[in-house]
């Protein structure tokens, strides 16, 4: 419960950008009243809380992304359980999203108090530089107000608050530069015994595309997970070291990551970064107050009809008794100065659609985007030590641009550390395989299982989803949740770009499998949701080419920004051009998708969004920064 | 078999059926909730009549050869006994209870118990797959910062 309903800013979600912006606010400023809105149930500052999750991981059956968390019917997550295949003109309302199709949108995401950051793999590339003008560059999609040059700082400071391990040279490739003397706050996470056989095994080869060749290269993989600080590192604004913080409420929790293979769907000390460690942050910082309301959906913002300024924010509370059989509703409004919706791409858009606000530019719910995984699989012909250590610590990055870009996506390629778990649900099934496929008990099934598993070897090809008509978020009338808040609608389907460049990957793929000797064992069904089929011509000729995409968990676009209201909901600082004290920020802002994981820039986003807002608070500005 | 020495004979066909020694079973404490699963969950005779088959096997086939080759015919697979000893093993590697299958269901069984579960948060971490695998079950008995990089056991 709050006694105000005046606030300086009021934030709608408790996720990264939510936090990072209440963080970074109090960081500049003094004085301000802050409220945080976040629609899911959870704690900032105990690890108490965090060890529910941890408990409800261990004991759930399907131990999915979003299977530790809370799931409450008045703030309902989607889940990737929910995904299947779409029956022509029947919408699938089985999930929390309603699926009009003609393909499943392939992700999910966490509402709870530290978002979708609670599993985040915890990846952080950068942008490449060309990944920002792939209209001016390729013809395609749409450019980005901003350049990679205006965000290095903000790069900067997202890599300080996620506590980024990594190496700089090993990530200067692509055009992706560095200030002089840069380091990152912790040296590179080892690479895994996978990564560094590939390596050698793969030294010097390369594949021929449209009369160029790229380096078949790996590459360790910038993290946002601690490991060993690098003595070098120095913070630009107050030019301290970097010091590892451990879990919320438990610091001594967390210092390095301890190898618990668990990332997604959770990292039991926290030694992945997660935003609950800028949320506990940003509250303990005395020099404002910051309230945080969990179990608090927004349904809509208020817009005055003469300023065109929001007025109000509109929101439910639910608390549900222990037993479970009697929940309170109440509605509650509140005002901020300034307000920002940082909610996640697709429910910024759900509230911005249910408030009919930002309509100049018809943008609002556009363009959704994810990164299509293509997977593939197979088995090694010796050990390499599968199902140990973060998700992922490699990539193989040259074919994250080039002129390529013109005619197909571009793709990273993720090395998968855990076997098969992601596509076939190893080692369980393969117990299962054994005793029922094989018949075997005893030390005949340890052996099967043992021989099996420890050469498995997963690797994904991540394509960069073009920006489409064809995909977007709307509400309907006849879809709300408990709560009476709208659930997303999803129009969404692949087009042939990233078909395309599929195809190419799995020519580089094949080349990888036949040097390394590894044996496909891949298998697209009909039957999954992300099937697809692509006919398309090879010197000439007719050829299908068949996969599966599965989603990345990158939820991308719907309020793009860009250069003006006829094109774009926000400015590049997230600023709503139709509403002068609305920002909507997120990973929605973006206009492209991009090569790289969402999140760093997102976070790079928030902080270049909280700059701009302190400029409108001048009289709280703190003396010394 | 008297009814204090039942959890004895569950012990014995479980070494048999997961591969793994007495040690190894007895370390993951999970032995006794294990055994009351599946007691509860099949009742008091059936228990009883399956033990006492593996305990007339273990008499008839004095070698270990012969016994696991009896085991493999008279309990394994058959149809009575073989959904049993599968959701034995299954128990131990993955400190989880599979509901039987349906006509197996029909014929032998109506408790309400029988329904997928992991037993405990522990008996996930205990899960005896991880030890064939020949790692650490996701999330716990983390190995220590940076041992991905090393060769791997064989």
Redesign the interface.
Known sequence: MINDDKFDIVIVGAGITGSIIAKELGNQCEGLNILILEAGPGKSGDFESYQKY??K?????A?TPNSPYTDPPFAPSPSVLDIAKIEKGKPDTNGYFVQNGPLPFLSNYNRNVGGTTLHWLGTTLRMCPNDFKLKSLYGRGVDWPLSYQQMQPYYRRAEFEIGVSGNVEEQSILGITFKKDYVFPMHKI????LD?HMSEGLKGVTFSDEGVEYPIEVVSTPQGRN?MPNPLYRNEENELGFIPVGAVGAPDLGQ???????CVA?C??QAKYNALKTLDAAVKNKKNKVTVLSKSPVSHIEIDAKTQKVKQIHYKTYDTSEDGTQTNIESHVVSGEIVVLAANAIENAKILLASDACTTSGQVGKNLMDHLVYINWGLFPK????????GS?SGIPNMRDGEFRKNRSAFRVEIG??GWTWPANT??ST??DG??AE?L??????DY??DQ??RQFRIGWEMEQLPSEENFVSIDEKYKDALGNYRPVINYNFNDYEKEGAYIASKVSEKIYDILKIDVRSEYEKSSPGYFEYIHEVNGKKETFEGTFAGAGHVVGCHRMGTTKNNSVVDSNQRSHDHKNLFVAGAGSFPTLATSNPTLTMSALAFRTADEIVNEFPKNKSKKK | MNESSQIDFFYDISLILTGYNRVKLNGTGQGELYFSTVKDILGKNLIKDFLSEYELLKSENKSPKALNKAIQTELFKDPKWGPVCKNIIKLWYMGKWYKMPTLWRENYTTSTLDEDKIITPNSYKEGLVWEAVGQHPPSAKQPGYGTWAFPPKN
């Open positions: 941890n408990d991981f261990y004991q759930t059956l131990k080892p690479q895994s015994y560094n490991g390095r990551c301890e190898g618990n293979s668990n959770i039991p000390v050990a390499i030590g599968a199902f140990r250590g973060p610590t550390n855990w080692p369980e117990m299962l005793i029922y018949g008990f005893g030390q005949e099934l340890i299982i043992k598993t420890s």
